[in-house]
Nanobody, 125 residues
């Protein structure tokens, strides 16, 4: 079971990026998927997650109204659309999955695992 993140890059403040989290060897739809980010010297923090079954979503306060998480069953991929990016959004973005069953996903590291290699997002002018 492997996750692969992609879509990162360098973007100016106010710009947009769409990150992808693709699964290899299993069906993403069965699991809650979370996006987390990490910067040097800081703990990995939750950004957004999407629940299994009902696709309920949860967002960090810092990204509400700017980021949207969604899943494509056909592509077996979860996306993170990031708009109006700010320099503080810079970081290495990871996706992970939660095998436990909850009505709404919880963005806590203790629930998520099987991280991919990450994709770097840099917001700078």
């Amino acid at each position: 079971m492997r996750l692969v993140e992609s879509g990162g890059g360098l973007v100016q403040p106010g710009g947009s990026l769409r990150l992808s989290c693709a699964a290899s060897g299993f069906t993403l739809d069965y699991y809650a998927i979370g996006w987390f980010r990490q910067t040097p010297g800081k703990e990995r923090e939750g950004v957004a997650c999407i629940s299994s079954g009902n696709d309920n979503t949860n967002y960090a306060d810092s990204v509400k109204g700017r980021f949207t998480i969604s899943r494509s069953k056909a592509q077996n991929t979860v996306y993170l659309q990031m708009n109006n990016l700010k320099p503080e959004d810079t970081g290495l973005y990871y996706c992970g999955f939660d095998q436990s069953i909850k009505p709404t996903c919880v963005m806590d590291l203790i629930f998520f695992g099987s991280w991919g290699q990450g994709t770097q997002v840099t917001v700078s002018s």
